[in-house]
């Protein structure tokens, strides 16, 4: 299946319109965000099944299309989808969006990613119960704390370092993913700074 996806990168896509990659590919947005996506694709996906994600309302409903889409498959995976709400991580000015299949402003340049795209990620990445893992690029700690969630296991204590060089949202993660419990359990640590220059400081 991971064979079967292909990156493009989208800039301004309305729900009209599509980009044949290849005979058997399309990229179909559902949305009219007017912003740069990273749509990855599935050989045959049709416009209906990308336009449900992006229409999202709920997390439930979004975790939903992630799986019947084939983006999502890995239970340890889409227990942490279910369990981390990605509203908790978007900014109260786009909380209307949080469940729509798209990036979001966090501010300072930068946006919480895509659902589909942090799903892909993730199942190629494959983590498990008890390893160690590093997150450069924390912003608002989403991704960090689905991977902490996976990580953690009672024999097998994992850990996350989520690194995070502006300042402003290297708190904003620390707050949002120790709402989770993590960072008080040693699950997750965010660091402050530039990842190549800060994380031989932390102790693995």
């Known amino acids: 299946m991971k064979g079967q996806y292909l990156y493009q990168q989208v800039s301004n896509l309305n729900p009209k319109q599509h980009m044949k990659l290849d005979s058997s590919a399309q990229a179909i947005a559902g949305t009219d965000h007017e912003s740069s996506f990273f749509f990855i694709l599935r050989a045959g ?15 439930g409903e979004l975790v939903d299309a992630l799986i019947g889409e084939g983006y999502l498959a890995t239970p340890s995976l889409i227990e942490a989808f279910r369990a981390i709400d990605r509203k ?10 949080a469940y729509a299949n798209y990036p979001l402003s966090i501010g300072f340049g930068q946006t919480i990613s895509q659902p589909l795209v942090v799903a892909f990620m993730l199942e190629l990445l494959a983590p498990k119960s008890g390893e160690k893992i590093l997150d450069v690029g924390a912003g608002s700690g989403w991704q960090a704390a689905l991977l902490a969630h996976v990580v953690h296991g009672e024999s097998q204590p994992g850990r996350v370092v989520a690194v995070e060089r502006i300042p402003e949202l290297a708190r904003m993660a620390e707050e949002n993913i120790g ?4 960072i008080e359990k040693g699950v997750a640590v965010v660091v402050r700074g530039d990842a190549i220059k800060e994380v031989r400081n932390v102790p693995p």
């Open 179 to 182: 709402k989770r419990g993590f």
């Open 88 to 97: 908790d991580f978007v900014p109260a000015a786009h909380a209307a969006g």
């Open 45 to 59: 996906a049709d416009r209906g099944s990308i336009r449900a994600m992006a229409a999202a309302r709920t997390s």
